[in-house]
């Protein structure tokens, strides 16, 4: 029974150049959301995905990130021209529906912008 | 606006002992509240969680206490084991189109042999 899955793990990215951050949700389960970990601080909300639909971006800065959950396929999380700010843990999480409190996280992808 | 707040960043405590981890908030419109647990290098992992019509839940060794009035809640783990050291986070859902998520800053914990 695979959990949340994350990759890459590891993400070093040279200041402009885009990453790109994966995450396939528990099996059955159809909402994703994305969270960032900067140093120090604790979970930050960016995003709320269902299968082909954003439904929350409110976490979200206003340029340069991107999310996607295709019908097929892992949800993506996509940060062009990365900056130096942008490194940080970056935490995708499942759930199986939208009441559900609960959520599964993946174990990260720590991004590291240089 | 740091809606849930984890005021102390670390704590020791014996084995063996009772773990106390503490957690204000300050939206009276958060009915629901978990606690979650993370090693270094991994995700979170739920612990525990409490609805805002109790004021107590248990499992095992872990205890939820909530107290409303004082927005106010708190993480008991007794006996502390070694293995319980990681950082603590509590977190209440927002609703208004799923429940994303806000966490406090965590709290470290060390359980000393």
């Known amino acids: 029974n695979a959990g949340v899955m994350q990759n890459p793990r590891h993400l070093v990215r040279r200041r402009g150049q885009e990453a790109r951050l994966r995450c396939s949700p528990m099996?059955?389960?159809?909402?994703v959301y994305w969270y960032r970990q900067l140093p120090e601080e604790g979970l930050k909300f960016m995003v709320y995905?269902?299968?082909?639909?954003?439904?929350?971006e409110s976490g979200m800065p206003k340029e340069r990130f991107s999310a996607e959950f295709p019908k097929e396929g892992p949800s993506i999380l996509r940060i062009q021209q990365v900056v130096r700010g942008d490194s940080a843990a970056y935490f995708c999480?499942?759930?199986?529906?939208?009441?559900?409190?609960?959520?599964?996280f993946g174990p990260g992808t720590r991004l590291t912008v240089t | 606006d740091q809606q849930v707040k984890q005021n102390s960043p670390s704590l020791s405590v014996q084995e063996g002992r009772i773990s106390i981890l503490n957690c204000d908030y300050t939206n009276s419109m958060f009915d629901y509240f978990l606690w979650y647990k993370k090693y270094p290098a991994e995700g979170p992992t739920f612990l525990i969680s409490?609805?805002?019509?109790?004021d107590k839940n248990e499992d095992g060794r872990f205890t939820v206490f909530l107290n409303k009035s004082a927005k106010h809640l708190s993480l008991h783990i007794v006996p502390s084991q070694p293995g319980d050291s990681a950082v603590y986070f509590c977190a209440a859902p927002r609703g208004g189109g799923g429940n994303k998520l806000t966490f406090g800053t965590g709290t470290q914990l060390k359980v000393e042999l």
């Open positions: 995905l269902q299968k082909e639909n954003i439904i929350d």
């Open positions: 999480a499942s759930s199986p529906s939208d009441s559900s409190y609960e959520q599964y």
């Open positions: 099996k059955g389960h159809s909402h």
């Open positions: 409490i609805s805002s019509i109790k």
